[in-house]
């Protein structure tokens, strides 16, 4: 068990309808009862009979208060330790949509209506009564990189890691960016992005690009979130078929699902080859940690998930402390090489994926040196941190390499090598 060493401180169908020449859809909110609901019986395969290429997967880590308030559609994937609470209120996810790590669904009033190939990425919160990529504009929008016209007629909704929605309305194709949150009553309309860190509390503060709160939606950003779907859509498929070739499959230290973007792969702990199905945290493929089992065990806490399943090799040098709720993953042929004495505080994110250069991603991968403090609910995405580095609460680095002895402090978006320094708004 982990003791409290010192860390450092630090298909339901899309609708489309023309509408007077603007092109609009509109999902009807599924009813709580219809779709598949995740029932002891249809766990960690709901349903329990269905063919492999429609069949939605839940981690068996994940947490399901009031299954039969909760509807499912086809090929979701509810990731490890994400949790669906509907005990006062339904929550109705459509297909192709996922549930990430750490990700958190409360819903209250009318409940949360969850759209098809919504993204709802690691450690995000959604709360209240609230309505993910339901409606919205197919197009056309106007790209602000190449000022070209685009339409995405079968639309995607994107809310990144550590964002939360509180009771909105976040119509389909938008991206709602790490560390931001949109606020009671709100309607993000379609073709907007909201920039990491922002607050939006009005309707006027998610429309109009002047207050410095939200842009525009690029072609690059829908190019992403079709592949977010496409590597989630695998894993509904594949952890399905681990589970029903042998349920311990899917459990503890374990394998990852061969897919077309990974080989599978088992973790490797203290040098040697480690399957532990009964291990309380999900260490899945080919993470290589440096520290011995014992040692493993000792320093980290609950509800950790190093899912090397995408994104691999992870290589993780002599940890220092490992609190609850951390996550590491990667984008997919990327790897993340993480240093020794590292302390991660509650809800760390550490993410791999290449630095964007000149709108190229071909940059240097995720990689965190020695000595290095990560306080609680920070991100590092796509960044380099130097040795004796550490980074703030609920902080962000992203895009960039940060030198030895650098300091961010809390709530900073610190991006793309310091061009951007903004503050968490909330």
Same mark, same amino acid.
Do not use: C, W
């Given at each position: 068990m982990f003791k409290p060493r010192a860390i450092l401180s630090a298909s339901i169908a899309i609708i489309l309808a023309l509408v007077i020449g603007t092109q609009i859809y509109k999902q009807p909110a599924v009813a709580s009862g219809s779709g598949c609901n995740p029932t002891s019986n249809n766990l960690p395969i709901c349903p329990s009979t269905a063919p492999l290429d429609s069949a939605t997967f839940l981690d068996p880590t994940a947490t399901i208060t009031n299954?039969?308030?909760?509807?499912? @559609?086809?090929?979701? #994937?509810?990731? $490890?330790?994400?949790?669906?609470?509907?005990?006062?209120? $339904?929550?109705s996810i459509a297909e192709d949509s996922n549930v990430q790590d750490q990700v958190r669904i409360i819903?209250?009033?009318? @409940?949360?209506?969850?759209?098809?190939?919504?993204?709802?990425a690691h450690m995000a919160t959604i709360k209240g009564a609230a309505k993910i990529g339901t409606q919205g504009s197919t197009g056309p929008f106007t790209d602000p990189a190449t000022n070209t016209q685009f339409s995405n007629t079968t639309p995607e909704t994107f809310l990144a890691f550590n964002c939360e929605i509180d009771g909105a309305t976040i119509e389909? =194709?938008?991206?709602?960016?790490?560390?931001?949150?949109?606020? $009671?009553?709100?309607?993000?309309?379609? @073709?907007?992005?909201?920039?990491?860190?922002?607050?939006?509390?009005?309707?006027?503060?998610?429309?109009?690009?002047?207050?410095?709160?939200?842009?525009?939606?690029?072609?690059? +950003?829908?190019?992403?979130?079709?592949?977010?779907?496409e590597v989630n859509e695998a894993f509904a498929k594949g952890y399905t078929k681990l589970a029903r070739e042998n349920p311990s499959n899917v459990t503890g230290i374990n394998f990852a699902p061969v897919t077309a973007f990974n080989p599978g792969g088992q973790p490797k702990i203290g040098g040697k080859l480690?399957? *532990?199905? #009964?291990?309380?945290?999900?260490?899945?493929? *080919?993470?290589?940690?440096? +520290?011995?089992?014992?040692?493993?065990? #000792?320093k980290i806490g609950n509800r950790i998930s190093l899912r090397? +399943?995408?994104?691999?090799?992870? *290589?993780? @040098?002599?940890?220092?402390?490992?609190? =609850? +709720?951390?996550?590491?993953?990667?984008?997919?042929?990327?790897?993340?090489?993480?240093g020794d004495i590292v302390g991660y505080g509650p809800r760390v994110l550490v993410h791999g994926g290449r630095q964007v250069i000149n709108g190229v991603a071909n940059g240097p991968e995720t990689r965190i040196g020695n000595y290095v403090g990560l306080a609680p609910n920070s991100v590092i995405f796509r960044s380099i941190i130097g040795n004796e580095s550490a980074v703030g609460q609920k902080s962000a680095v992203f895009n960039s390499t940060l030198n030895s002895k650098t300091y961010i402090g809390s709530k900073v978006i610190y991006a793309d090598n310091g061009s951007i320094i903004t503050p968490v708004e909330w």
């Open positions: 299954p039969t308030n909760i509807s499912l @559609g086809e090929r979701v #994937y509810v990731a $490890p330790f994400a949790q669906l609470n509907a005990t006062t209120a $339904p929550i819903a209250s009033g009318t @409940g949360v209506q969850i759209g098809p190939r919504v993204i709802m389909g =194709n938008t991206v709602v960016n790490f560390l931001s949150r949109v606020g $009671p009553g709100v309607t993000l309309p379609a @073709g907007k992005v909201v920039l990491p860190g922002k607050n939006i509390t009005t309707n006027l503060q998610a429309s109009s690009g002047s207050l410095g709160k939200v842009a525009n939606l690029t072609q690059a +950003d829908v190019a992403l979130m079709e592949a977010i779907i480690t399957r *532990n199905p #009964y291990f309380r945290n999900r260490i899945i493929g *080919n993470v290589v940690l440096k +520290d011995s089992f014992e040692d493993l065990d #000792y090397a +399943d995408e994104g691999q090799p992870f *290589n993780v @040098g002599e940890i220092f402390g490992m609190a =609850n +709720d951390v996550v590491f993953h990667a984008l997919e042929t990327s790897s993340l090489t993480l």
